[in-house]
């Protein structure tokens, strides 16, 4: 049986927690900082939990995550 390719654009993005859940980054924390607010802007930094419906399509991207 051949081995399956990771795609590496998903690879960069997303990573298993220590409980099993997959975790992202989140947007919006690049540019025009100026107006958002601070407690805005710490909450961006932190990481967040993957919307359920998109977990089967993440682990298919990654089928040795």
């Known amino acids: ?7 590496k654009s998903a690879a960069k993005r997303f990573y298993k927690s ?3 859940k997959i ?3 989140k ?3 690049r540019h025009i900082l100026t ?3 601070r407690k ?3 909450n961006l930094g932190k990481k967040a939990v993957v919307f359920s419906g998109d977990v089967l399509r993440v ?3 990654l089928p040795y995550l």
């Not at 049986?1 to 795609?7: F, R, S």
């Open 59 to 61: 682990k298919r991207m």
């Open 40 to 42: 805005r802007k710490r």
């Open 35 to 37: 107006y958002k607010s």
């Open 1 to 7: 049986m051949p081995k399956i390719k990771t795609k």
């Open 27 to 29: 947007a919006y924390r």
């Open 18 to 20: 220590g409980k099993g």
């Open 23 to 25: 975790m992202r980054n």
